[in-house]
């Protein structure tokens, strides 16, 4: 079974306007840590946000949040006033706590195209 | 600028030919990794190092092999490349199992 999926190879959103990306993970460690990235055309894995499974609060960098629905098993990103710049690949992955290597699952990524 | 270096940063290889991409890290992290990214498959891992001198197999390591002899660098070799192989390869470390990770900037390899 697929660690982290993503259902949405591409999204679309007008500039100043907010946009959600999808994420659910499938993990049975009660400890475990989400990350989201970004990779703007240029080709660079830039990290966003990280939210723990502990948290009690989802997690917030500047113009990026992570809904996190720990019941459903989704970490989903919003990005609040959508800028051009923020067209890029955007990756959600998953570190679980009890493997001792800190090895992160990426998703198949969601492609975000903002218009002007 | 503190952070992580592969070199180099495009190859084409024929098919069988060797080589060996590097990575570097200056930032003291004891975990390492190298991942290949495909289209529509996101990025998978091939091996990691948590530690000098310690490897082992992530979840695509067919064709490649490891080395960690010290802390800074990890060492990624194709014996005998494959245009399977072809990819974008990332290199990242990581301070602890609590950190995310630093990329480096990505090798794209092409085996014709």
């Known amino acids: 079974a697929q660690k982290i999926t993503q259902t949405q190879p591409g999204m679309f959103v007008q500039e100043k306007e907010a946009v959600t990306l999808d994420c659910t993970y499938d993990?049975?460690?009660?400890?475990?840590?989400l990350f989201w990235y970004k990779q703007p055309s240029s080709g660079e894995m830039i990290f966003l946000i990280y939210?723990?499974?502990?948290?009690?609060q989802n997690a917030t960098e500047g113009r990026y949040s992570l809904n996190f629905q720990k019941a459903r098993k989704s970490a989903n990103l919003v990005i609040s006033a959508s800028q051009l710049g923020d067209s890029a690949m955007y990756f959600c992955a998953m570190r679980e706590g009890g493997t001792g290597a800190n090895n992160l699952f990426f998703g198949t990524g969601t492609r975000l195209t903002v218009i002007p | 600028n503190a952070g992580v270096t592969q070199t180099p940063k495009f190859r084409v290889l024929k098919t069988g030919q060797s080589m060996t991409l590097l990575c570097a890290q200056d930032m003291n992290h004891e975990y390492m990794y190298w991942y290949r990214q495909d289209p529509g498959m996101g990025l998978r891992l091939i091996h990691y190092?948590?530690?000098?001198?310690?490897?082992a197999k992530g979840e695509v390591p067919d064709g490649y092999n490891v080395s960690r002899l010290k802390k800074q660098n990890f060492l990624l070799g194709l014996e005998s490349a494959a245009p399977s192989q072809t990819s974008v390869y990332f290199c990242?470390?990581?301070?602890?199992?609590?950190?995310?990770?630093?990329f480096g900037s990505g090798t794209r390899l092409t085996v014709v």
């Open positions: 990242a470390s990581s301070r602890d199992i609590h950190y995310g990770y630093t």
């Open positions: 190092s948590v530690g000098e001198g310690t490897t």
């Open positions: 993990t049975s460690d009660p400890s475990y840590g």
């Open positions: 939210q723990g499974s502990y948290d009690q």
